[in-house]
């Protein structure tokens, strides 16, 4: 089973993407499963995990009701508010649907680096724990000791970084992040989404200059703990779906054809326990 581990489907007129320019000519319109279908069988992609988009509860309710229409989407990561210790009730409530899969703090987009570390936010963590849902961790280097801190505190809970939590490839900041990336990798059990670089590249990027970056994600973690994710449409900012895709078979094509399967697939399925 082929998997794409983290994708978008949003429609800018619910009102609730509030980091998104409303005139932005990519991003700024809407994007559902009829436009993301024919790439994804171009591709060979089976299934897709749905991640949000929007700091609300009723955009992961939203995006449920398009995994419940849509068979490609095996699953949905939502979001709940951690700073209201009374949506533990929701994330019970969203822990019984059949597709959520966990959640996802908009943790990058927060001013306060040390917002994961507060006493009042630290009942989700034990909640997603106790429920057996993930916790994709969406950042950017500054916050790399602090996800070393929180996933150490929190040994069981299951953790996937996205986008490699976001290398300052323009800026050639390699050695700002490579570290921190393998501490997270020998200290901690979190898995990594290799995604979302394109668009820390600079303009005119090619796969020579993500080269690195994902050479550094595979070896500390292994394929058994990377997996492949589009970020569309996102991407689009810097790449076609297919021309991502396309990069990311060569970053890879030095892995044997078993561990290829897990980055494209085998490591979603068993982070994520999604089903065929």
């Known amino acids: 089973m082929r998997i794409d ?36 069988a171009r591709h060979g992609i089976d299934r897709t995990v749905l991640v949000q988009a929007a700091d609300t509860v009723a955009e992961t309710h939203y995006m449920l009701g398009v995994a419940d229409a849509t068979d490609s989407v095996a699953g949905v990561v939502g ?6 210790p009374e949506d533990r009730a929701e994330l019970e409530r969203l822990a ?3 597709k959520f899969l966990g959640v996802r703090p908009m943790i990058q987009d ?32 500054r916050h790399l000791d602090n996800f070393l801190a929180l996933f150490t ?45 394109v668009t820390e590249a600079a303009d005119g990027w090619d796969a020579d200059d993500l080269r690195p970056y994902a050479d550094h994600v595979l070896q500390a973690f292994g394929p058994g703990r990377v997996m492949w994710g589009s970020d569309w449409p996102v991407c689009q900012l810097q790449a076609s779906y297919d021309r991502w895709h ?28 999604l089903s065929a």
């Not at 609730?16 to 436009?35: C, E, I």
């Not at 979001?79 to 209201?84: A, S």
């Not at 006493?119 to 280097?141: C, H, K, M, N, S």
């Open 5 to 40: 581990a983290h994708q978008h489907y949003w429609h800018p007129a619910r009102g609730d993407y509030f980091w998104m320019s409303p005139d932005h000519p990519v991003l700024a319109k809407p994007y559902g499963p009829r436009d993301l279908e024919p790439m994804l």
């Open 79 to 84: 979001w709940v508010d951690f700073e209201r």
């Open 96 to 98: 019984r649907h059949p």
């Open 110 to 141: 927060i001013a306060d680096d040390d917002w994961m570390l507060r006493d009042d936010v630290q009942w989700g963590y034990r909640a997603l724990i106790e429920l057996d849902l993930t916790f994709d961790a969406l950042g950017f280097p």
């Open 153 to 197: 505190r929190y040994p069981e809970m299951r953790v996937v970084i996205d986008h490699c939590m976001k290398p300052q490839i323009r800026d050639r900041a390699f050695d700002d992040w490579a570290p921190g990336m393998t501490r997270l990798a020998r200290e901690t059990g979190a898995y990594v989404k290799l995604s979302g670089i």
């Open 246 to 273: 396309e990069v990311a078979e060569a970053l890879t094509e030095g892995l044997d054809s078993t561990d290829r399967a897990r980055v494209f697939g085998g490591t979603a399925k068993a982070f994520y326990r």
